[in-house]
């Protein structure tokens, strides 16, 4: 299968039902009361993590996700049905990206893990919540709340405990070959490792961690230059870093210092964390002559002399078993540090979602010739909730507009009698 680890996609909740107008018309009941049902709420759009999902692939080939409307409630209080959730199932290690604020929405990193990413629209309300002593006929109902929607970029950043850095050509696939059961094709060429390769390795001691031969990088790699980011991302996970290094500086033509400096150079531009996770230094290719000779230069070892530093022969297997002990020491201690911070109003997995209104986002505009318009999520939550379908509605949505100060900020800007006031898809006329 390919290795697809990257989908843009949009998704979108199910829209709350409308609440029912409707009153009692029973033989023998007179006057009979209002019976109108609530709205179902709308399905909500879930993530799931899933072992048995490997790619992005299913996600690449869709454009849009819906999740199924609430129905509209009905007569005799009966109230319509919830609409059905959507779970989409993914790959673990699968991050979730508003894709136009860049908000981070789920970090779908462990099995089962389940997240709720785009809530359905609350049901409306029908007229028989709204029967009181001084209307005990009303026509009042709500109409649903819209489902939310996201554009959303899903990246698959593999779960490794240990990922191998280095160069094209380091070694690293033969390396990952020679200390577990996974078989990357190895060919001396750059770029032989295209795709993360994922291997399970065990130490003499028992302990056993995942292991990623992760693409060679380059010089410019941080700025998206060669692989790039479809490199750096994939080590975003792992708590150890293992950077495998030519010792034979590429048969005596380049320089052991520098290459090992570039790579550094290129973690920590993309992210200063990463500069700051465990490493261990693999000095590799030692049963080549030119790798003999590095390691006897004062200047390479003086480098070297206070970093966690093993030599090995990947082709030949030496000194693996060293390494692979190294690895499960420093994994005792090493912690996940996320180079991300997921919302805060993420809690057990799902996402708190607030309603309150704000009247600072109100905006009063004077088009001119007695003609004005009101814009504003608080205005359109209001227009969209109570449509001026029934006087009933047509009173509460006044009132509910008068008790968010609109009226007032009317007054201020000059509005006159007559004047026409559009609110979206209303044009009313200013009493005042």
């Known amino acids: 299968m390919k290795f697809i680890d990257t989908a843009k996609f949009k998704i979108k909740a199910g829209d709350g ?216 991302k994939h080590i975003e996970r792992c708590r150890v870093i293992c950077h495998i290094i030519d010792m034979s500086g590429n048969y005596g033509q380049e320089d052991i210092i520098k290459n ?28 080549t002559d030119e790798a003999k000779i590095n390691a006897k230069d004062n200047s390479i070892k003086e480098f070297f002399k206070d970093k966690k530093v093993v030599f090995t022969a990947g082709i030949k297997k030496e000194n693996t078993q060293e390494l692979l002990i190294m690895i499960a020491e420093e994994l005792k201690t090493a912690k996940y540090i996320p180079l991300w911070e997921v919302e805060k109003d993420i809690y057990d997995g799902v996402k708190v979602y607030k309603l309150e209104e704000d009247p600072e986002d109100i905006e009063i505009v004077n088009k001119g010739n007695g003609r004005w318009e009101v814009k504003g999520d608080t205005i359109y939550k209001i227009f969209q909730k109570f449509p001026i379908s029934t006087d009933d509605n047509l009173l509460l949505f006044n009132e509910k507009l008068k008790k968010t100060g609109v009226y007032n900020m009317l007054r201020e800007r000059g509005v006159q009698g007559k004047d026409i006031v559009k609110v979206f898809d209303y044009e009313l006329e200013w009493m005042d």
């Open 260 to 287: 090992y400096e570039l790579i550094r150079n290129e973690l920590k531009q993309y992210n200063y964390k990463l500069d700051k996770r465990p490493e261990i230094i693999v000095l590799n290719k030692m049963d």
């Open 17 to 232: 039902g409308n609440g029912a107008v409707s009153f009692r018309h029973e033989l023998y009941v007179a006057n009979g009361g209002p019976n109108g049902g609530d709205g179902g709420n709308g399905g909500s759009v879930l993530f799931l993590a899933d072992g048995g999902k490997h790619s992005l692939l299913d996600l690449k080939l869709q454009k849009m996700i819906v999740a199924k409307d609430g129905e509209k409630g009905d007569i005799k209080n009966m109230h319509g049905a919830q609409g059905k959730d959507t779970i989409i199932r993914v790959p673990i290690g699968t991050l979730l990206i508003n894709e136009k604020t860049g908000e981070i929405l789920a970090d779908l990193d462990e099995e089962k893990k389940q997240v709720l990413v785009a809530k359905g629209g609350k049901g409306g309300k029908g007229n028989a919540r709204f029967a009181n002593s001084r209307n005990k006929a009303p026509t009042i109902f709500e109409a649903g709340e819209p489902g939310e929607h996201f554009y959303i970029k899903a990246e698959l950043k593999v779960l490794a405990d240990v990922g191998f850095v280095g160069l094209p050509n380091a070694g690293k696939s033969t390396m990952l070959r020679a200390i577990s059961n996974s078989k990357p094709e190895v060919a001396d060429y750059a770029f032989t490792t295209l795709n993360p390769q994922l291997g399970v390795a065990k130490a003499v001691n028992g302990e056993s961690f995942i292991v990623a031969d992760l693409p060679g990088l380059i010089d410019g790699a941080s700025l998206g230059k060669g692989l790039g980011h479809q490199f750096l």
